[in-house]
Structure formats: structure tokens, C-alpha cells
């Protein structure tokens, strides 16, 4: 497990570290830096991380805002680490214990930094009693709605919901967003799994939290304005990036679940997988990230026995902040698409209880938690 130095670390009331990880992301940065330079009502430092970048741009943009910014540290880096890797040298080299990282295409509200310490509080959730182990903020992507709340099923998928009581209220819900995020790095270490690279990263530490009975938060306001896969799109990475997410997704579900969890799921998973092949113009991504899988058995198994050993609860109480459901229907549910995944949600369902799965809605309001 990796650790952090914490002599260099500081409990201190209201003050947060703010990592933003950087690949060649200079004119992202443009407009990231002002916003959360700009915050107010706690005491806050921001650690850039150049991630490897090719070009000069990312460095030369940070020291010029720190001419202004006392506040504001530079980290380089000689080779791109990925998301995970910069991300994890940022949290250990910061200064406070609640660290906030940031993706570097995002734009934040003035009370973004307030509004995710006002959520933490004393770190213990008033409504459940639990342990919080992250809270994340509400995004809008490329000025469209904000996302609706999401939650994660048992085939490592997001499912999105349409209820909008998300917009007055915050919700606990399975993972925290990889992109906006605030957690305690004395409890968790280094948030991410670093040969994750990038993709499901975050759903990997929300696995984490769920088996170590804390929750995680989705504040309502105020919003988080991403600029949708700013890097990787620039960089017209996909096949690397559809690789990644399945080969990250069947390592998230052949580690964390418990054994008979395993026997009872892994055969679905199989013909999932079989169908998700033969339906997708990305086949072969999807066939490269099980091979890598299966390649490299004895390095996931490691993995395995080490969040085994980490968990503290069973994976019924895990399930609860789980969904039940195969489809999501969030996009159109009274059309007739939408009334046949209904009525496959409905079979799942079934399934889960006939063999003694107790899976939750997915998503509860946390009414007494607000930001």
C-alpha cells in the first residue's frame, strides 16, 4: 500500500490542497487557474502537476499566475504518469490533510472550495452516522444541464437516474467523480491506484470507501463546468482510452467483490461481456483490456488480496449504494427502447434476490448534510 510522508503534512481546520493534474494542458489551464485561484472563506494551497508535458506552456502559465499566487506550487514530472499518477504525486506532496483534486479542463464557482468543507464538517456524515469518505460536486459539461445524479451496478457501469431531486439536495451515492472531488488523505493514502493510468480510477476508490463503510456525497450546488475530456480528446487517444476503461472495469470487479460474490456474478459477467463484444464498434479495445487482464493475473490477484484485506464490511452493506439495474433509462424512459430496459431492470431485480443479493436503489438523498 502506498504511503504518505506525513511529516510534511498539516491537520489544519478549513484549509484544503487543491491537485490539478496537467498533460500538455496549458490553454485549459487559462481558464481552471483564475477560478479556483479566486476562492474564498478557506485557506487553500494549488499544487499543479505537469505531467510530462511536451511543451514549455503548462510551466510558464503557472509561473506567471505565481507571481500574484503564493499559494500556488508547481510540480514537473519527466514522463506523463496518466491521471492516476499525477494525481497521486500532487496528494503527497501536499501540505494539508483534505485534498481536492481538480481535473484541468474544469471551471469552478467562487464558493466551490467553502461549499465542499461546509459538506465535509467534523468528516462524520450527520444523516448516517458513517464516515464520509469523499464528496464530490455537481458538473455541468460544455454548458449543457448538469449532470443528473449517476450510480454504479453490478457490471461496473454508471447508471444515470432522472429524478430531480438531485437539484435541491444532496445525494450519497457509490463513487466520487474522478474530476471534482474533496477526500482526507490520511484515511485513504494516495487516492488512486497509479497503474490505472486514467478511466475508473475514481470508481475504484469509491469500491474503497463503500468496503471500509464510509459514504460518499454528491453536493447539489454549486456546480463544477467541465470542458469534456479536454485532454484526451485533443489528443485523439481513443482506442487507448476504451482499452483502459475495460481493462479498469474488470479489474474493479475481479478485486473488490468478496469470493461468493464472484461465483455468483462472473458468469454474467462473461456473457455481458461476450454480448458488449459482439453489439460494439469497439471490439477490439474492449477484447485488448481482458486480454490485458488475463496477462497479468498474478498482478491483479496482488491487488485483490490487498482490498480484501482493507475492507471492514461485507458486500451486502456495500450493494446497498448500489443499482440494481442492467440499463440505464435516464435518456428515454417512456419510449418503447426505454419500456424493454424497464422491463430487463425488472428481471435483474428478480435475479438479485432469487440469489441472495441484496442490492439498493443506488442513490439516497442526505438531506441533513448541507453544503
Given amino acids: 500500500m502506498s504511503t504518505i510522508p506525513v511529516a510534511n503534512t498539516i491537520s489544519v481546520a478549513n484549509a484544503i490542497s487543491v491537485v490539478i493534474p496537467s498533460w500538455d494542458g496549458g490553454e485549459l489551464l ?60 500532487g496528494a503527497q506532496e501536499a501540505q494539508y490533510t483534505l485534498v481536492a483534486v481538480l481535473g484541468n479542463d474544469n471551471v469552478v464557482e467562487p464558493n466551490w472550495l467553502k461549499s465542499l468543507l461546509d459538506c465535509w464538517g467534523d468528516g462524520i456524515c450527520r444523516e448516517t452516522g458513517k464516515m464520509i469518505g469523499a464528496v464530490m460536486s455537481q458538473t455541468i459539461v460544455n454548458h449543457q444541464i448538469p449532470y443528473g445524479p449517476c450510480s454504479l451496478n453490478l457490471f461496473g457501469r454508471n447508471i444515470f437516474y432522472t429524478d430531480d431531486t438531485w437539484i435541491k439536495e444532496n445525494f450519497l451515492t457509490f463513487y466520487p467523480g474522478g474530476n471534482a472531488f474533496l477526500y482526507d488523505k490520511f484515511t485513504y493514502d494516495l487516492p488512486f491506484t497509479e497503474f490505472y493510468y486514467t478511466y475508473q480510477e475514481d470508481v475504484s476508490l469509491g469500491w474503497r470507501i463503500q468496503n471500509r463503510e464510509s459514504i460518499v456525497i454528491q453536493t447539489h450546488t454549486p456546480y463544477v463546468h467541465s470542458f469534456d475530456g479536454g485532454t484526451t480528446k485533443r489528443k485523439r487517444v481513443r482506442f487507448k482510452s476504451l482499452m483502459l476503461t475495460e481493462r479498469n472495469r474488470w479489474i474493479n470487479l475481479l478485486t473488490f467483490p468478496e469470493s461468493s460474490t464472484l461465483l455468483k456474478l462472473f458468469w454474467l459477467w462473461f456473457f455481458d461481456f461476450c454480448f458488449s463484444v459482439l453489439v460494439s464498434s469497439n471490439r477490439i479495445a474492449k477484447i485488448s483490456g481482458l486480454v490485458w487482464v488475463i496477462c497479468n493475473y498474478k498482478l491483479v490477484n496482488s491487488l485483490r488480496v490487498r482490498r480484501q484485506i482493507e475492507r471492514t464490511i461485507d458486500d451486502g452493506t456495500v450493494f446497498l449504494y448500489m443499482s440494481p439495474d442492467y440499463f440505464s433509462t435516464a435518456s428515454d424512459p417512456f419510449s418503447f427502447s426505454g419500456q424493454i430496459k424497464k422491463s430487463v431492470n425488472r428481471i435483474f431485480k428478480i435475479y438479485w434476490a432469487l440469489v441472495g443479493l441484496d442490492v439498493g436503489s443506488g442513490l439516497r438523498t442526505n438531506k441533513g448534510q448541507k453544503p
Fill in 30 to 89: 487559462r481558464r481552471t487557474l483564475p477560478s479556483v485561484l479566486a476562492q474564498t472563506g478557506v485557506a487553500f494551497e494549488v499544487i499543479v502537476v505537469d505531467n510530462g508535458s511536451e511543451s514549455d506552456e503548462t510551466k510558464t502559465l503557472v509561473r506567471k499566475f505565481q507571481e500574484e499566487h503564493k499559494n500556488l506550487r508547481l510540480v514537473s514530472l519527466k514522463h506523463n504518469a496518466g491521471y492516476t499518477g499525477g494525481v497521486n504525486v
